[in-house]
């Protein structure tokens, strides 16, 4: 049975400021929800968003008034049996409200996959991969800083993949930028962009045939997300990958745009999946379409990271890799022990449920309950 759930907000500074085209981000909120069985036996799931309500409709404010005044009264209330039947209880009688649903079933598999004494990805179907590839994205908004933080991260053995946040300024602007540093970093190393939507269709035709040229690998959202048919044109007319990422938000979702082939490579986030196993179920989609899949981000700490990654180790394929980076982000350590990241991947712990251990007092002490 569950005997308690809470959610927390934890406000965390990030390393330096974070600029997309929708904010700047100078910290991170991370939304903890903290489940305990009568076995006494604990789960942690995250939910995050980027700037508030500047990226999606869920804030974290909204997540814990949600969690607090509907999602955890109706599981204390109802007591499922296991996650599968809360989150049949919560489609029911609780709409939208993604990103929280995400967090609770990670809480309830964390503590399932605990109770069996098996890693939370053998309740998925088992992990193809122990270890995954991951991205950093360099988003300061300074040519030379970047170029500096990319050289920095390289030397270091931690990331050879790269992803740019652009969008912010005029299309050739940022080509610039872009074609800047992927010149200075060199053919080796794989450059990507991310517009989050922000060019209309003709900008983004010029956009993408300059990036193209300039030997870009993903281009990712160019258009907004709502606009899908002009997606579909954008990727049917270049060779070089489209990637289709707010536009992707759960599995029904999902097969819409895998049917109709509307980008070459989904990124799947958890979060905007609505849960874990929706994310496995997206993944599952695109792959049957031939579709190339990547492991997104919402930024999350390490709960959420380790989530993504039991999901995204299940995957036969990511053929661009993840941007698993979020912990490496902020400048709080709110684990017992940092997630082990080395060698240009994040490995997954072998020890059951996500495989970590919170550090309790520092998340509660830190905590905006």
Sequence with gaps: MIHSIETLLLELPTIRPHKLSVTTMHTQTLVLVHITFSDGIEGWGEATTIGGLNYAEESPAAIKTNMDTYIAPLLLQKQPENAAQAMQLLETHIKGNRFAKSAVETALLDGEAKRLGVPLSALLGGALHQALPVAWTLASGNTERDIAEAVHMIEAGRHRIFKLKIGLCGVEEDVRHVLAIKKA????????????????????????????????????????????????????????????????????????????????????????????????????MAALAGIGLYGGTMLEGAIGTLASAHVFSTYPELAFGTELFGPLLLTEEIMAEPLPYRNLMLHLPQKPGLGIEVDKEKVYRLSKT
């Design 185 to 284: 970093l060199g053919s080796s190393i794989s450059v990507r962009v991310d517009v989050n939507q922000a060019w209309t269709e003709l900008e983004a035709m010029r956009g993408i045939a300059l990036l193209q040229e300039g030997g870009i690998d993903l281009i990712e959202q160019p258009v907004a997300a709502h606009n899908r048919n002009a997606l579909k044109r954008l990727s049917d007319y270049f060779s070089v990958a489209l990637m289709a990422d707010e536009a992707v938000l759960g599995p029904q979702n999902a097969f819409e745009l895998a049917a109709g082939h509307y980008a070459d490579v989904f990124a799947v986030k958890i979060n905007q999946a609505g849960g874990l196993r929706n994310a496995a179920l997206v993944g599952q």
